[in-house]
């Protein structure tokens, strides 16, 4: 079983829909919990932190459920540029773990 | 915010031959180091975890005779691929940690690495 599972996808979605991505991790020693977008042949670069309590960023709500070991993004009114690959990443004490990704096109 | 480098961004090589591919830190000092492999569409693989002036340790399955770390500063590590193979052929990504406030863990641009 992988470390962290991501629904592939591609998801594909006009402009303006409001689209969620999963994510569940299995090691239950796991500390934070973060959404990176990796823009294609490109770095990832961090979007949001994951809290227990939910937080959210304009467009962008993250949940987490440590006791389902379940995160969530919710992209609310998708823009063009969120067309992306989403990264579930869960960090250790000492590294981080990535999901493969879920790949998101926004058309107009 | 913090910055990582690399270099080269991008590297064409003979199979057998020997790339290096740099990784910096520019304004903070990273102890720790990482190195990570992507190939297309599948998500980051860690490599191995580099921590300055100390050996690198190595996640199970990467050979440390191939991809050979030096993180000889707090600002450096270098991945050195030898005797390269079409196979290894991928996108390279290193990030630093940063030991400050922050405890944030940033990446470099990446490195694409084609042999051919």
């Known amino acids: 079983r992988k470390e962290v599972e991501q629904d592939p996808g591609p998801f594909n979605v006009p402009e303006g829909a409001t689209v969620a991505f999963n994510c569940t991790y299995s090691?239950?020693?796991?500390?934070?919990f973060f959404w990176y977008r990796q823009d294609c042949r490109k770095e990832p670069k961090l979007l949001m932190s994951?809290?227990?309590s939910g937080n959210e960023d304009g467009r962008f709500t993250a949940q987490l459920n440590r006791a389902s070991q379940y995160i969530s993004l919710l992209i609310r009114d998708s823009k063009l540029s969120d067309s992306a690959t989403y990264l579930c990443v869960v960090k250790t004490r000492n590294d981080m773990r990535f999901g493969a990704g879920t790949r998101l096109t926004v058309k107009p | 915010g913090a910055v990582v480098s690399q270099h080269p961004s991008r590297v064409i090589c003979k199979s057998g031959t020997s790339v290096k591919i740099e990784c910096r830190s520019l304004?903070?000092?990273?102890?720790?180091m990482f190195w990570y492999r992507q190939f297309p569409k599948q998500s980051l693989m860690l490599m191995a975890t580099s921590n300055e002036g100390s050996k690198a340790t190595y996640e199970q399955g990467v050979e440390k005779d191939k991809f050979l770390i030096n993180h000889a500063s707090l600002t450096l590590s270098t991945l050195t691929v030898t005797s390269a193979h079409p196979e290894d052929s991928s996108f390279y990504i290193c990030?630093?940690?940063?030991?400050?406030?922050?405890?944030?863990?940033?990446f470099g641009p990446g490195t694409r690495l084609t042999v051919t």
């Open positions: 994951v809290y227990s």
């Open positions: 090691n239950s020693a796991s500390q934070s």
């Open positions: 304004d903070f000092q990273a102890t720790t």
């Open positions: 990030s630093a940690r940063d030991w400050g406030i922050s405890y944030e863990q940033y």
